[in-house]
């Protein structure tokens, strides 16, 4: 038997490809492995979005050099936006790689390795799927259970943000049919999964693939997969584009109660003269008219973003706009990031005019103001009932009561909250009234409502049905 270790770097869709890779590895009789040295496969998935990235992955497959001096017949395999980026180029870049593989290429990957292992040499797969788009499904796994799954609704962007790569590590938009995406979800909630969260780079302009016109019916798909999964207990997506943001999906979330009352939209910018040159094809004002719409669809509705910041040319001026449009939206999470030029984007032509030094402070002076956000609507919700969808144990360091250990999940609005629960429960894919106690830098800590015994002395699906609070469905 074989044996593989996978290291993810990057975004949500990176982490989707890597489950649909262990997949691919474990239909052929590979076995996971924590141990780098138990392994016969190291496998990095890797992003591009940021220089910063490109960097991590070389200095960590140097620190392979020795094992894989030792083990000649370990396998290192590159697979992702790197990889379809580089192609055959990696090969040679880092010598100690043996396959290069692209995020359409996946079931591919035994037969490479098998490949190599077998005295080939090093090689290369990164063909898009452009005339058969494909979608792997995902497969349950009983041993595996999992709370919250990623389907993938679309692949690829159209969008040509001039900053960005994206556009030419995963090509052109394909768009998978309803029909596949609701029998997957399907498939998975039988599995145990209570919330989905669909992906797609501009997840919301989802349409039929071969739907001439390409209008965005991703509403109408949000209200199929409610109609026909009515097990589901949440339906999250990601990322959405400000401008497939439309009247209809506004609507769909003031009425179904499956959407939980947050949205990441990522805006990158509250300057009009840097969004123009960023291409992203709205304006400041269109922004913040759709936050607003969404705020009123839904009471308590929150939402986060992404941000650049040092785009070039960017002005002290154009930065404060952002900070404004920061603090006008009142968001409850910022991902920011330092603008990194990146290889084919139009905006190399625009120069790195913006000093390191700038970018680190704007970029801290934008925290600042964040955190202040975060931290004060944190605080808002102190005292207040939380429904929680536990996933399992929680990463939080906090100090814990004898014989209980900490578990965690997310609220409806996707804010974190840890739990301390007496040890031995099983508490993965409980859905929990939290009376919130205590609120972190970044996340809430609260005590469940309901008593612990009735929990603890259920089977684990009994006790699913009995402590699951299932929101009405409100569509007229
Ligand atoms: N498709 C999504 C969208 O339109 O927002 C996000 C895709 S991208 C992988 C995630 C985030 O990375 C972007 O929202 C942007 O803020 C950031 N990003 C992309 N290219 C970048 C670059 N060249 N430099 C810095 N940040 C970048
Ligand atoms: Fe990149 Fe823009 Fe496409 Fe998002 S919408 S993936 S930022 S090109």
């Known amino acids: 038997m074989l044996r593989y270790l996978i290291q993810t770097f990057g975004c949500q869709m990176n982490v989707h490809d890597s489950r649909r890779i262990e997949e691919v590895l474990y239909a052929r009789g590979y076995e996971a492995t924590d141990a780098p040295e138990l392994a016969d496969l190291l496998l990095f998935n890797t992003c591009s979005v940021r220089e910063k990235a490109d960097h991590k992955l070389r200095s960590m497959v140097g620190t392979f050099r020795e ?23 990696l090969l040679s870049e880092i010598d100690l790689v043996d396959v290069v593989i692209g995020p359409d290429n996946i079931p591919e990957l035994p037969e490479l390795v098998r490949h190599v292992r077998s005295g080939g040499p090093p090689i290369a797969r990164t063909v898009f799927d452009m005339d058969a788009p494909s979608f792997l499904t995902a497969q ?41 995406i609701v029998a997957e979800i399907k498939t998975l909630c039988a599995g145990g999964v209570r919330e989905i969260t669909l992906l797609g780079q501009t997840v919301n302009s989802w349409h039929e693939p071969g739907d001439s016109g390409g209008e965005s019916r991703f509403a109408a798909l949000l209200e199929r997969i409610t109609r026909e999964v009515p097990e589901l207990w949440r339906l999250r997506y990601t990322s959405p584009h400000p401008r497939h943001v439309t009247d209809a999906l506004i609507d769909a979330h003031a009425r179904l109660a499956v959407l939980p009352a947050h949205v990441h939209l990522p805006v ?54 952002t900070l404004s449009l920061v603090r006008e939206v009142g968001f409850s999470g910022v991902f920011a990031f330092k603008y990194s030029p990146r290889p084919h984007t139009p905006a190399l032509r625009l120069g790195d005019t913006i000093s390191e030094e700038l970018k680190s402070e704007r970029l801290a002076r934008l925290f600042e103001v964040a955190d202040e956000l975060q931290q004060r609507h944190l605080q808002s919700l102190l005292g207040t009932t939380l429904q929680v969808l536990i996933e399992g144990p929680s990463k939080s360091a906090g100090a814990q009561p004898a014989n209980c250990v900490r578990v965690s999940g997310r609220s409806e609005r996707h804010e974190i909250v840890h739990v301390d629960a007496p040890s031995g429960l099983d508490l993965s894919g409980q859905l929990l009234e ?24 259920m089977p684990a699906s009994a006790a699913k049905s009995k402590t699951a609070v299932r929101l009405p469905l409100m569509v007229t």
Not at 290 to 300: K, M, Y
Not at 434 to 453: F, M, N
Request: charged share 30%; net charge positive.
């Open 67 to 89: 094992l894989k001096e030792r083990r000649r017949d370990l396998v290192i395999a590159v697979a992702g936006c790197m990889a379809q980026q580089r192609g055959e180029a």
């Open 140 to 180: 349950v796994r009983p041993e595996r259970p999992e709370v919250c799954a990623y389907v993938t609704v679309m692949k690829g962007c159209d969008e040509r943000c001039t900053y960005c790569i994206v556009p030419y590590t995963r090509g052109a938009e394909r768009y998978r049919c309803a029909d596949d």
């Open 268 to 321: 990158q910018s509250g300057s009009d003269r840097m969004l123009r040159l960023m291409l992203r094809r709205y304006r400041r004002q269109d922004y913040l008219d759709r936050a607003q719409a969404l705020r009123r669809a839904r009471s308590g509705f929150t939402l986060s973003t992404d941000i650049i910041v040092g785009f070039p040319g960017e002005t002290h001026a154009d930065f404060e706009a």
């Open 434 to 457: 939290v009376r919130i106690d205590q609120a972190y830098k970044r996340s809430l800590v609260g005590t469940p409502l309901e008593p612990w015994p009735e929990v603890a002395s």
